[in-house]
């Protein structure tokens, strides 16, 4: 008899270790989930905030090189577009006012996220130069005509031909287009072909130049 309750007594702390064992795996199993859930909702939280979106500048329209941008063209060229904050690069334009004044280095396609990279001053392109000066000329007043629309922002090859040899000599290299006017004599600031042109010379270069105007023996190639 005392043998069969000594066995039962053991039974019975057998059964309660196993409970014990039971109740301590089951709230260790309760603790693993709520870190797992913690650390997935941080996960969550940190992807949210990679996507949140904010507000910048694309182009509406096509903006071409060269086109001086005003607060009274903006609203032509740009419209505000909220895109995901991690595809936005640290320049991005944020204000229209910040680039008032300046132009594109290249064309800009419609839809294209703009930055401030973008443009420029026409003054940044004389800080390389020695000695500029603003020459200006007319279409008319070129022996051959210029392949494709000139434009403001435009660089181009200056040439004069030999009067006797009929061969083409290179004048002036890499010139810039500061602004080009309609017949009228207002600034084009669209893919409107120009009539009148100003460009960025050396001063060395402004005699030549305008002794090629007076002969009608100059001609330009616009450089792609």
């Not at 709520?34 to 182009?59: C, H, N, P, S």
């Not at 290249?106 to 703009?114: C, M, P, Q, R």
């Not at 051959?144 to 031909?161: E, F, N, Q």
């Amino acid at each position: 008899m005392k043998r069969d309750k000594n066995n039962i007594q053991k039974a019975n702390v057998q059964r309660a270790g196993v409970r014990k064992t039971g109740y301590g795996l089951f709230a260790a199993s309760l603790v693993m989930a709520a870190g797992v859930f913690a650390v997935m909702t941080y996960m969550q939280r940190m992807a949210l905030a990679d996507f949140e979106k904010r507000d910048i500048y694309v182009a509406a329209a096509e903006i071409p090189r060269g086109t001086v941008i005003d607060m009274d063209n903006a609203g032509d060229y740009m419209i505000i577009k909220s895109v995901d904050a991690g595809c936005i690069p640290a320049d991005a334009l944020c204000d229209p006012g910040d680039i008032a004044g300046l132009s594109p280095l290249i064309d800009i396609s419609e839809g294209t996220l703009l930055t401030g990279s973008m443009f420029a001053s026409a003054e940044s392109v004389t800080l390389g130069m020695k000695s500029p000066v603003l020459a200006g000329f007319k279409a008319d007043d070129l022996s051959k005509a210029v392949s494709g629309v000139l434009r403001a922002g435009d660089r181009i090859d200056i040439y004069t031909t030999d009067p006797e040899s009929g061969e083409g000599k290179l004048l002036c290299s890499d010139v810039y287009v500061e602004r080009g006017y309609d017949a009228s004599g207002n600034v084009i600031c669209d893919a409107t072909a120009a009539v009148m042109f100003n460009i960025y010379l050396e001063s060395s270069q402004a005699e030549g130049f305008y002794e090629g105007l007076k002969t009608g023996s100059l001609y330009v190639v616009r450089r792609c």
